[in-house]
């Protein structure tokens, strides 16, 4: 069985990063912020080498200093790991190679951009380098400079403070291709005495403006997380309708990736959990080597496959947790946990607008929760009392979501504080948006879940005086089902959200779509058409060949009232093609046949979003 490749909209033109830092470099004025930035230093365990924070002089000229990734290998050996830029220098630049760096003036705001220096020889490996103009064609830069030239660039310019990262110093001595020790070899050419004397370095005040700019994203950034969210969507939808010929863990982690990649996306954005059975029940399951619960194993009836999995696309991410039956059917039980987890989410998607603090809906999905469970009999009490003693959390034992962009746990929304350890002066964080309200163009996930960990049950149990709130004959009938999350990323607007995530989460829809495909992928396989290849296939969709239907099924799902939000704003996703006429239900079907029959079986395709054409890769 194929996926069914969803057609992206793909940017090709450079990303318009000079916004990015325009942003952070207005966030860097902020008085709130750099009152943050001032305390963080006067707090600072021990300062480290010539660094100072304080604010800056009127006229004191100042620059961003950061390096990006560079190429490195398994431990021992020459073999390549894969390269992925560090989010906080694609930010500022876009650039998805090794061994750059980027010097951003915070007075004339010139991005200068510094390629790594390749000698001829080594050119035979990785081939020529880019030329300076090539680079400007493909990065959102005003300058390119030579490594040699930066220390006469600083010099001349009479820079006094350089703003760069926390992490600046600390890795000082521990890596040859740090920032610190780049600028380090920079600083010993040239007028290196002088240099030192005159530069100051904050290393608080850029990461506090970075991790700001990057809570709220620009209209292109969300259209990015879209794609890579529609995407994956389908994906968790082709696991439902290839699970009869998957036996292990692996291989659904292994389709999941496949199915991404058929439609371009083939990096992830974290590693898939794959967890079946009591496996569940951990939050970050990643090992996905056991084979599927099957056969007459003890409570198999019950079992689920938990699906954490999201790609990436230009870098940026997706988050969505989808949780299915083994066998294809919820077990009485098993439907009964997944349905209070889905009344978790769907009692905070009713509430959720710009304006709203996220405290008040980790309350709301606790407090149903317990609810639920007090209903079913596996709590017992009172359940204001219950919640004051944390007893919910037995069952439920992370945060309801947080933010998503470059990186899947996205920064932003947390307010830095010093390591407690003495020894330590690196940063650490509240929780997600414990001080301030939700804003719009945030994109967070929504993901309560509810598990039975046999370990983390028995601790709370077992606490002194706790035992007589958990009712464990029923806490029994119950274990079986493992765990269920649900985990959509959802875009804040100023009036409620749009849903991004497109894969269905209503248990009857899930039956459905695994019914379908069990059927028919059994007429398919008895068919005349069992020499179909999959790749072949696959290549002829992507030209516009029709290819059987079969292959890429979808029940009748068309009720959508998981993919609609309580704003105004439109609740439609986007046209890849921006050619297909609009659809009257929240899924358009593009045919690759003329047959009704055809039409009814292909996979749904997003219609019209108001974000098309929205964004513009000129400069202004």
Not at 52 to 75: C, Q, W
Not at 235 to 255: I, K
């Amino acid at each position: 069985m194929s996926p069914y490749p969803v057609p992206l909209h793909l940017h090709n033109d450079k990303l318009p990063t000079r916004q990015h830092c325009l942003k952070v470099i207005e966030l860097m004025k902020n008085h709130d912020l750099i009152s943050a930035a001032t305390t963080l230093a006067a707090t600072t365990p021990r300062k480290t080498h010539q660094q100072e924070h304080r604010r800056e002089k009127e006229n004191e000229k100042s620059i961003i200093f950061l390096s990006g990734a560079v190429d490195s290998v398994r431990e021992g050996t020459d073999v390549e790991l894969e390269f992925r830029q560090l989010s906080d220098f694609y930010y500022l630049t876009g650039v998805d190679e090794p061994g750059f760096c980027v010097m951003i003036d915070l007075q004339t705001h010139l991005v200068y951009l510094i390629p790594p220096t390749v000698i001829e020889s080594e050119t035979i490996w990785k081939g020529k380098p880019d030329t300076s103009s090539e680079l400007l064609q493909k990065y959102d830069a005003d300058y390119i400079l030579e490594e040699k030239e930066l220390s006469d660039i600083i010099f001349q310019q009479d820079y006094r403070k350089v703003h760069v990262l926390d992490t600046f110093f600390s890795s000082y001595n521990n890596s040859s291709n740090s920032s610190s020790n780049f600028f380090k070899r920079i600083l010993l050419q040239g007028e290196s005495k002088l240099l030192q004397q005159q530069l100051q370095f904050d290393t608080y005040t850029l990461r506090l403006a970075i991790n700001e700019a990057r809570l709220t994203k620009f209209p292109y950034e969300i259209d990015m997380i879209r794609q890579a969210t529609t995407v994956s969507s389908h994906a968790h939808m082709a696991l439902w309708q290839h699970r009869h010929s998957c036996t292990t863990e692996a291989q659904l982690a292994a389709y999941f990736r496949w199915t991404c990649a058929c439609s371009g996306l083939d990096r992830q954005a974290y590693i898939p959990i794959v967890a079946s059975g009591p496996r569940a029940s951990t939050l970050h399951y990643t090992k996905n080597n056991m084979p599927l619960p099957t056969g007459q194993q003890e409570g198999v009836e019950h079992a689920l496959v938990l699906v954490d999995a999201g790609a990436e696309y230009r870098y940026y991410g997706s988050d969505i947790t989808r949780t299915f039956p083994v066998s294809g059917k919820f077990s009485p039980e098993a439907k009964t946990i997944y349905n209070i987890v889905l009344a978790m989410q769907e009692a905070v998607l009713a509430r959720l607008s710009a304006g709203v603090y996220w405290s008040d809906m980790e309350d709301l999905a606790v407090q149903i929760l317990c609810n639920k469970l007090t209903q079913i009999g596996i709590l017992i009490g009172d359940q204001d009392e219950l919640i004051r003693l944390g007893i919910p959390y037995a069952f439920y034992f992370h945060s309801l979501g947080h933010s998503v962009g470059l990186d899947v746990h996205d920064v932003g929304g947390r307010t830095a504080h010093h390591s407690s350890d003495k020894e330590d002066h690196k940063l650490e964080y509240s929780t997600f948006m414990v001080d301030r309200p939700l804003e719009p163009n945030m994109v967070i996930t929504v993901e309560p879940g509810l598990y039975f960990n046999d370990a983390y049950i028995r601790i709370w149990s077992q606490y002194p005086g706790f035992a007589k709130y958990f009712n464990m004959k029923q806490l029994q009938r119950y274990y079986p089902v493992g765990g269920v999350r649900i985990e959509d990323s959802v875009l804040i607007t100023s009036t409620g959200y749009e849903n991004l995530t497109i894969a269905p989460k209503q248990p009857e829809e899930i039956e459905a779509v695994m019914a379908a495909a069990a059927v028919a992928s059994h007429s398919f396989i008895s068919s005349s058409s069992s020499n179909y290849h999959c790749t072949n296939n696959s290549n002829a969709l992507m030209n516009g060949t029709a290819i059987p239907a079969t292959l890429m099924l979808v029940p009748p799902f068309l009720s959508g009232s998981n993919h609609s939000s309580n704003n105004n704003t439109s609740n439609t996703l986007m046209d890849y093609h921006h050619q297909q006429p609009r659809a009257s239900s929240s899924f358009s079907t593009t045919t690759t046949s003329t047959t009704t029959d055809d039409a009814n079986n292909i996979l749904p395709t997003p219609t019209s979003s108001p974000l098309n054409h929205s964004y513009c890769f000129s400069e202004e």
